[in-house]
């Protein structure tokens, strides 16, 4: 937590405990949480935290390289502390967003880089699927 209360003053930014208890939801989780998530999350013990202070935080942890966005399909986006490039999975079924960290999407990226006249910049990957729970709960057609 060092690290990034530093940072966050060599930017300019505030720390409060507010920002810091986001970051640590984040940095503690492999849910992929939504902004809407981590404020029901932390509303217990900062109740008087808006969800305007939780968006916020997680634009200022975006432009320090901290938090990637990841739209995987919802209403909302998710958010996640692992920001090295990985492709995620989300259940159709309950929602649950997974990294896939042993797909080595390399290759994909840079097969793409070659055959096109596009200066790539970045991607996402997001595969789509039930997981094993759902699937023993049959939340699926066949």
Do not use: W
Not at 67 to 79: C, I, T
Not at 84 to 94: A, K
């Amino acid at each position: 937590m060092d690290s990034i209360t530093t940072l966050l003053r060599n930017r300019g930014f505030k720390v409060t405990p507010q920002r810091l208890a986001i970051y640590k939801v984040l940095v503690n989780t492999r849910s992929h949480p939504s902004a809407e998530m981590i404020f029901n999350d932390l509303q217990p013990v900062y109740p008087t935290m808006s969800l305007a202070t939780v968006y916020k935080t997680i634009e200022i942890l975006q432009e320090l390289g901290l938090v990637q966005r990841l739209n995987v399909g919802e209403d909302s986006f998710r958010y996640d502390a692992i920001v090295d490039t990985h492709p995620h999975i989300r259940c159709l079924g309950c929602g649950r967003v997974d990294d896939l960290e042993e797909v080595d999407s390399q290759e994909f990226v840079k097969s793409i880089d070659e055959t096109t006249s596009y200066k790539i910049t970045g991607q996402q990957f997001y595969f789509f699927g039930y997981c094993p729970v759902c699937q023993k709960q049959k939340k699926h057609q066949n």
